[in-house]
């Protein structure tokens, strides 16, 4: 069974820290996704990735395949990046994504 | 290019009844998934489908059906309304099949079963 594992499942942060959401997952993978959701439903992909990091503007996702685990960071964190991150795994080669229950991420001014 | 377009937006019904959810993807994408977002069991996959064929489907009970047309174009049904069907229902879109697919989600569509 394929299983997807977040931590935190909330985070509170000050204007300004750099914020670090895990994510680990039980089978071997071709990508995983990480999501970001903000109030209201909508969902925004913010990086799918395979191997190695990739970073765009202050967030930064990492993936470690031998350790089956994944990071999410936010340098200098702003209330705007309040929201839920959610990391998920697709399934064999089809679009089925597993999801993790999601990180709550609140930056308070 | 527009982005996923979901209709509509909310919706109220009561139990029995039946519904229908539409999405239309990002011209030129292919694939379209939708997911079910409720408090309790979160995100969780219910089809998807590519070139108007059902590829994959997740474990929810038959009330739950849906179809892709020639353009794209998806929509889901679900039969005689259950209150824990009330949820939030996104769909997303990519290019094609494959997990190296980025997906693009729609605003999603609220129902609530009264």
């Known amino acids: 069974k394929n299983e997807v594992e977040q931590s935190p499942q909330n985070l509170t942060a000050q204007e300004g820290e750099f914020i670090t959401i895990n994510c680990s997952y039980s089978v071997g993978i071709s990508a995983l996704h990480w999501l970001q959701q903000h109030p209201g439903g909508g969902i925004v992909s913010l990086f799918m990735l395979s191997s190695g990091k990739k970073k765009h503007g202050r967030l930064i996702a990492t993936i470690n395949i031998q350790e089956k685990h994944s990071s999410l960071h936010i340098t200098a964190s702003h209330p705007r990046d309040s929201a839920v991150y959610i990391c998920a795994q697709p399934q064999g080669g089809s679009e089925k994504l597993v999801f993790g229950k999601g990180t709550k991420l609140t930056v308070n001014p | 290019k527009a982005g996923v377009t979901q209709t509509p937006r909310y919706l109220i019904k009561t139990r029995g009844q039946q519904v229908t959810l539409s999405c239309s993807p990002i011209s030129g994408h292919r694939s379209v998934s939708w997911y079910q977002q409720t408090p309790g069991q979160g995100l969780q996959f219910l089809f998807e489908y590519f070139s108007e064929t059902q590829r994959n489907k997740g474990n929810f009970p038959g009330r739950f059906s849906g179809r892709q047309f020639s353009n794209s174009r998806s929509e889901m049904n679900v039969s005689t309304l259950e209150l824990g069907d009330s949820a939030l229902y996104l769909c997303?879109?990519?290019?094609?099949?494959?997990?190296?697919?980025?997906?693009?989600f729609g605003p999603g569509t609220r129902l609530t079963v009264l």
């Open positions: 997303a879109s990519s290019l094609a099949l494959g997990s190296y697919n980025e997906q693009f």
